[in-house]
């Protein structure tokens, strides 16, 4: 294909990628069979069948009975690995088990679980992703990534990754599995397409926290928060002094002879913050939603208290939360966003 003409190869390539994806509707659960497994000769294969053809010829037009034998016998060996290539990769179950979110310029990362029910194990098995630019432009693309399968029995769980570069939604390109074992001769393959699709949200972008943003760092966080007096959560034992309640007077403590303490109680204040769409210092749309997604990590990390408004939420909309995961979740609506 790569010595002829580029507008000869681009319409028989797509020609082609429609009718293999015709033949693979989109699912999450797919099972290699007749339908979808494809199989022709490798490389190596193509020399291996000039071989044939020059052996066949020379028997023929010099009546040479031994190279016809030589000739027979090789096309019986390529049988035979036309078989059991074939069968090594046909069965071969495939479910996509995890695709996770990350943001651009990462890569996501695409966990498979791999079933075989067959008794002896397969072996040589090459999982990669097609380049994205063939299945979503919008989307740019590295070198595909792949995991060798040396062997395979029973269940094995693989991930792979799929480098992006722009937020948004991802389509998953489509799968392809193939293997030469065992001769080399011929080429096996298949192609899965996902229904699932992955979330890339912008890359996190540095900013100088505003009077409200003060909280940036684990120095500038009181450790576990502030306090002030109150009647819920036991805060500390100090020592008695006189005037004191008793009530609070830590008498298990007294029993033991381990003197007179008082016990102090305090109710958490929390560090509330408000990440605004509006308040971000950038002046471009995909700038501020990334320092909102440094913002939203920054503050999960630390597990202050936020809400995040976007441009169309309103206050009675906004939803606080504080931790990590709360955090993945402004991610996912960052990257969402319009």
Not at 51 to 67: E, K, Q
Not at 75 to 94: D, E, M, P, R
Not at 251 to 270: C, E, I, N
Request: with cysteine.
């Amino acid at each position: 294909m790569s010595l002829l003409p580029k507008a000869l190869t681009v319409p028989i390539t797509s020609a082609l990628s429609r009718w293999f994806a015709s033949r693979a509707p989109k699912s999450d659960r797919a099972t290699l069979n007749l339908r979808n497994v494809y199989i022709f000769f490798s490389r190596e294969g193509l020399l291996f069948a000039v071989l044939l053809i020059i052996t066949f010829i020379a028997g023929i037009n010099y009546g040479n009975n031994l190279v016809l034998g030589l000739c027979f016998y090789l096309i019986s060996i390529w049988l035979i690995s036309f078989h059991v290539t074939f069968a090594h990769i046909s069965g071969l179950k495939v479910r996509l088990l995890e695709v996770s979110m990350t943001e651009a310029g990462a890569p996501v990362w695409v966990t498979l679980q791999l079933n075989s029910d067959s008794r002896q194990p397969r072996r040589q098995l090459l999982f990669e992703f097609e380049p994205l630019a063939t299945q979503n432009k919008k989307h740019g693309t590295n070198a595909p990534h792949s995991v060798l399968i040396t062997r395979l029995q029973g269940e094995q769980v693989i991930r792979l990754p799929i480098q992006t570069n722009i937020r948004g939604e991802l389509e998953l390109p489509r799968l392809k599995i193939k293997t030469v074992y065992p001769l080399g001769i011929m080429r096996a393959w298949s192609y899965i397409y996902f229904t699932r699709t992955a979330w890339v949200y912008p890359k996190p972008e540095a900013f100088d926290w505003q009077a409200q943003y003060a909280i940036a760092s684990l120095e500038d966080l009181p450790t576990g928060g502030q306090h002030r007096q109150g009647q819920d959560d036991f805060e500390r034992l100090d020592n008695y002094i006189e005037g004191e309640s008793l009530a609070r007077v830590s008498w298990g403590h007294v029993a033991r002879g381990q003197g007179m303490l008082t016990k102090h109680f305090a109710d958490p204040v929390g560090h509330e913050q408000t990440l605004d769409y509006a308040d971000m210092p950038a002046a471009h749309h995909e700038q501020k939603l990334a320092q909102l997604a440094y913002g939203a990590l920054t503050l999960g990390q630390l597990s202050v208290p936020f809400q995040m408004r976007l441009p169309n939420d309103t206050p009675a909309t906004a939803v606080m939360g504080d931790g990590e995961t709360f955090a993945q979740a402004c991610l996912l609506r960052l990257a969402k966003a319009p």
